[in-house]
């Protein structure tokens, strides 16, 4: 109940389509949806969150997707450049009960061929 | 505000030796949680602690790894009598009170 699934493994996108990655969940205690971004060798870093209450949030060229009712969420990027190339997690946390820490997806390696 | 510290950054120990990993959170927060990834997968949760209390520790193996974050000084994780399947890269993140964690770069063991 605490996993979180992940799409696609990989993906590789041309220079300025749109990279789109998928989660999926089963709890429904998690109420917070960050993605991380993490370069080979590098600790992950937040990119963007979102909370169940909000369909949808922006920032810059990247857009985070919340549909509540099908435990979806997906990360959008807009207008892609080779330098977003990375490995995505999305990953979900539960309201504090004490439990606080993350659980990740698998990972997405995006590839943005020039 | 130097972000989360880690370190060593690389560790190689033989199977049977003692692994300690260091982690200095941000400045300011009591949040500790430490991460292992394995390779071409995520991350797994493996404890959650305050200074100087184990909030959650769900994720830990039951045998050879223990940690600890005393009231002074870095959070360490600690593995004893390390096996091969120990090699990974460990992540320490922090966070202050209910806002996001921030992640370090990593202590990458390998086991030979």
């Known amino acids: 109940q605490q996993q979180v699934k992940q799409s696609p493994q990989s993906l590789i996108v041309q220079k300025g389509g749109i990279s789109i990655i998928n989660c999926a969940y089963e709890?429904?205690?998690?109420?917070?949806f960050p993605w991380y971004q993490q370069f080979p060798g590098k600790g992950p870093a937040l990119l963007i969150a979102?909370?169940?209450?909000?369909s949808e949030k922006k920032e810059g060229r990247f857009t985070i997707s919340f549909n509540k009712s099908a435990k979806q969420f997906s990360l959008h990027i807009m207008d892609s450049q080779p330098g977003d190339s990375a490995t995505y997690f999305c990953?979900?946390?539960?309201?504090?009960?004490?439990?606080?820490?993350?659980?990740f997806g698998s990972g997405t390696r995006l590839q943005v061929q020039p | 505000n130097a972000g989360v510290m880690q370190n060593p950054r690389h560790l190689v120990r033989r199977r049977g030796q003692e692994a300690r990993l260091r982690c200095s959170p941000m400045?300011?927060?009591?949040?500790v949680y430490w991460y292992r990834q394995l390779p071409e997968e995520g991350l797994k949760f493996m404890v959650y602690?305050?200074?100087?209390?184990?909030?959650?520790e769900s994720g830990m193996p039951k045998e050879r790894f223990s940690a600890e974050f005393p009231k002074e000084g870095p959070s360490i994780l600690r593995i004893q009598q390390v096996v091969r399947g120990d090699s990974a890269a460990y992540f320490c993140?922090?966070?202050?009170?209910?806002?996001?964690?921030?992640f370090g770069q990593g202590t990458r063991l390998t086991v030979v």
């Open positions: 993140a922090s966070s202050l009170d209910r806002s996001e964690a921030f």
């Open positions: 709890n429904t205690a998690f109420d917070y």
């Open positions: 979102i909370r169940p209450d909000v």
């Open positions: 990953a979900a946390t539960p309201r504090d009960t004490g439990r606080r820490a993350l659980t």
């Open positions: 400045k300011g927060h009591s949040h």
């Open positions: 602690l305050q200074k100087e209390n184990i909030i959650d």
